[in-house]
C-alpha cells in the first residue's frame, strides 16, 4: 500500500526565508501528489497539486518538485509570512485511486 | 463561493451514546470524503461516496461507524455505541468528479472535534 511521510515534524524558519518542505513515499505506482497546509482548528487547506508526468510545478510562492526516482517531493515556499505558519501535508495517490494516502504533517513556524 | 460545511463543529458526549455528523459538500462537487484526524496525526480515511457509485467503505475501523449520502449531496457519518477511542476530529471533503482519469484535489471542512466522555 501507500505511505507518505515527512522528514521532519517540525521546521522553524525566521520571515523573509525561503522554506522547503520534504516529504518521501514508497509506492513508486503514485502519480498523483497534492500539499495540504492546515492551520489550528481548520480543515486541510489545497496549496497545489502535481502529476508524475511534471517534475516541477509552481503556484503564488510556492514550488512543488518532484524527484520520482528517489520517490521524494518538496514544497518550496518563497518569502515565508508569520502567515504560513501551519502543519503541512503531502499527500499521495495511485493506480487510478481517488483517494490520497496522507502523512502525518509537518508544522512549519515562522519566527518574525 | 461556499465551502464544504461540517457540522455541529463540536459534539461531547458520552460513552456508549451514538452521535450524527454532517457534512455539506461543495455545489456540483460530487466526489464525498470522510477522514478521521487525531491530536497530531495524519488523516486517516475512513468512507469515500463518488456520485451513484457504492461507496468505499475500505476506511471504516468497524461495523458502528456508517455513512450515507442521500441524493447526492448531504452526507451523514454515524457512530453507534460511541468509544473513548473515536475522540477525534472528522473531515469531510468533496471534490470534483474526476474526467478523463484526471484527479481533482480536495476540499475540506473545518471538521467536527468529537470528544466521548
Known amino acids: 500500500g501507500e505511505s507518505v511521510g515527512l522528514h521532519l515534524p517540525t521546521l522553524s524558519v525566521q520571515e523573509g526565508d525561503n522554506s522547503i518542505i520534504n516529504c518521501a513515499y514508497s509506492?513508486?505506482?503514485?502519480?498523483?501528489f497534492i500539499w495540504y497546509k492546515q492551520e489550528s482548528g481548520k480543515g486541510p487547506q489545497f496549496i497545489i497539486d502535481?502529476?508524475?508526468?511534471?517534475d516541477k510545478r509552481q503556484g503564488q510562492r510556492v514550488t512543488v518538485l518532484l524527484n520520482k526516482t528517489v520517490k521524494h517531493l518538496s514544497l518550496q515556499i518563497a518569502a515565508t509570512q508569520p502567515g504560513d505558519s501551519a502543519v503541512y501535508f503531502c499527500?499521495?495517490?495511485?493506480?487510478?485511486?481517488?483517494?490520497?494516502?496522507f502523512g502525518r504533517g509537518t508544522s512549519l513556524i515562522v519566527h518574525p | 463561493g461556499a465551502g464544504v460545511s461540517q457540522s455541529p463543529s463540536n459534539k461531547v458526549t458520552e460513552k456508549g451514546k451514538d452521535v450524527e455528523l454532517r457534512c455539506d459538500p461543495i455545489?456540483?462537487?460530487?466526489?464525498l470524503y470522510w477522514y478521521r484526524q487525531s491530536l497530531g496525526q495524519g488523516l486517516e480515511f475512513l468512507i469515500y461516496?463518488?456520485?451513484?457509485?457504492?461507496?468505499?467503505k475500505s476506511g471504516l475501523p468497524s461495523d458502528r461507524f456508517s455513512a450515507e449520502r442521500t441524493g447526492g449531496s448531504v452526507s451523514t457519518l454515524t457512530i453507534q455505541r460511541t468509544q473513548q477511542e473515536d475522540s477525534a476530529v472528522y473531515l469531510c471533503?468533496?471534490?470534483?468528479?474526476?474526467?478523463?482519469?484526471?484527479?481533482?484535489?480536495?476540499?475540506f471542512g473545518d471538521g467536527t472535534r468529537l470528544s466521548i466522555l
Open positions: 471533503a468533496s471534490s470534483l468528479a474526476p474526467w478523463g482519469g484526471v484527479r481533482q484535489p480536495q476540499h
Open positions: 509506492n513508486s505506482a503514485s502519480d498523483y
Open positions: 502535481i502529476r508524475s508526468n511534471m
Open positions: 499527500a499521495g495517490a495511485s493506480g487510478g485511486s481517488y483517494i490520497p494516502t
Open positions: 455545489s456540483g462537487h460530487t466526489a
Open positions: 461516496f463518488q456520485g451513484n457509485s457504492a461507496p468505499d
